[in-house]
Each structure stands twice: as C-alpha cells, then as structure tokens.
Antibody, heavy 121, light 108 residues
Framework: QVQLVQSGAEVKQPGASVKVSCKTS????????MHWVRQAPGHGLEWMGL????????RESEKFQGRLSMTRDTSTRTVYMELFSLGSEDTAMYYC??????????????WGQGTMVTVSS | EIVLTQSPGSLSLSPGERATLSCRAR???????LAWYQQKPGQAPRLLIY???SRATGIPDRFSGSGSGTDFTLTISRLEPEDFAVYYC?????????FGQGTKVEIK
C-alpha cells in the first residue's frame, strides 16, 4: 500500500536549520507531486511548498521563500524539506502529503505521520 | 492568496445527528478544487472529499460535499462516535494552496 514515512522528531536551537525526510513506497514516485504542510501546536494547517519528484522543480509559499529548500532522491524514493534560520515560531508538526492523481492541482490523498520540530534554546 | 473562512468554529452535536459545515472562499474557485479533511488528536489529516463533491477512497457515504464557486458545504448525515474531530477545508485551485481555520465537531 501507499506509505509516506517521515524522519523522527528534532530539537533545534534558534538560528539553526532542520532537514526532514519523507520516504515513499507503494506507488510510482515520479508520478505525484509532494507537498509540505506544517501545523503549530493548537493551530491549523499551513501549506509550505511542493516539489515535482520527476523534475525536481519546486514552488514555495512566499512566506518561506529564501528559507525553505525541497529536494528529492529518486534512487531512494525520498523527498526532503530543509528549513533555515529557525525561530520559535517554527515549532510545529511538519507533514509531507502526496498530491492525488498526476495533476499539479490535486488534493492531498496520503499523508506522512508527521515530524515534530521544536525550536528552543 | 485565497482566504477560506469556515463556520461555525465549533459544533456541539449528539451521535446520530446531522452535521453541516460551511467553507466560504473570498475568491471564486473556478475549477471547484476544494477538499475536506478530518483530523483527530495526534493524527495526520485524512482526505474525505476532493473536487468539492467526490468522496475519497474508503470514505463512508454518510460524508458528502457540495457547493461551487465560493460556497461549499460538508455534510455528515448521521454522526458516528468516530466522527468527532476537527474538519478543514482546503483550496487547490490557485497557488498558494490554503486551508480554512477548521471546525471542531464535539460531542454534546
């Protein structure tokens, strides 16, 4: 079955960066866009950006431009999200989520289990 | 960006009752690319409805979506105990993809 398995929880100091992985299985890796969504404790969902696993091209929310990098490794079927210059406001659960179908515009039909990132001195 | 406003913020109902959740977009979703998700504490969101009215795989038929343009509705025809959760709408009609702030469905 389709699975997205994310890396484990992270604790980072302010100003550091964090890299979260999302390993996929059970489907054609290059056929579905992958998104990153975060959720601060007690808050709603926030879209961060997407990556096309086929080409490696990305699109980021303006809020994260210059601070967010998304990459993929087709040999391991894994996508990565790296966020730089962390502040306390970046403390959140980070999810990868697969786009339904092969269209750029799709709902998110499969989600990773989430990776908790805590930013604290 | 397209702002989505969900109402009500919370809903207190009993099992067996009907739940009606609203999501209003500030701009027209020209392709009706709107989804609904369910999220329970400590879990990732789960896709319920996509393209405004299509049920995702494995979703019971007590969940239905309707609407077009700027006004969308998620209806749960008869609430089961496992349906008490937070529900989010999301538009993927235009980048950036955006979510509503959520509606919490609580047990009365």
């Amino acid at each position: 079955q389709v699975q997205l398995v994310q890396s484990g929880a992270e604790v980072k100091q302010p100003g550091a960066s964090v890299k979260v992985s999302c390993k996929t299985s059970g489907y054609t890796f290059t056929s579905h866009y992958m998104h990153w969504v975060r959720q601060a404790p007690g808050h709603g969902l926030e879209w961060m950006g997407l990556i096309n696993p086929r080409s490696g091209s990305t699109r980021e929310s303006e809020k994260f431009q210059g601070r967010l990098s998304m990459t993929r490794d087709t040999s391991t079927r894994t996508v990565y999200m790296e966020l730089f210059s962390l502040g306390s406001e970046d403390t959140a659960m980070y999810y990868c989520a697969r786009s339904y179908g092969e269209s750029y515009y799709g709902a998110f039909d499969v989600w990773g289990q989430g990776t908790m990132v805590t930013v604290s001195s | 960006e397209i702002v989505l406003t969900q109402s009500p913020g919370s809903l207190s109902l009993s099992p067996g009752e009907r739940a009606t959740l609203s999501c209003r977009a500030r701009q027209t979703l020209t392709s009706n690319y709107l989804a609904w998700y369910q999220q329970k504490p400590g879990q990732a969101p789960r896709l319920l409805i996509y393209d405004a009215s299509s049920r995702a795989t494995g979703i019971p038929d007590r969940f239905s979506g309707s609407g077009s343009g700027t006004d969308f509705t998620l209806t749960i025809s008869r609430l089961e105990p496992e349906d008490f959760a937070v529900y989010y709408c999301q538009q993927y009609n235009n980048s950036p993809w955006t979510f509503g702030q959520g509606t919490k469905v609580e047990i009365k």
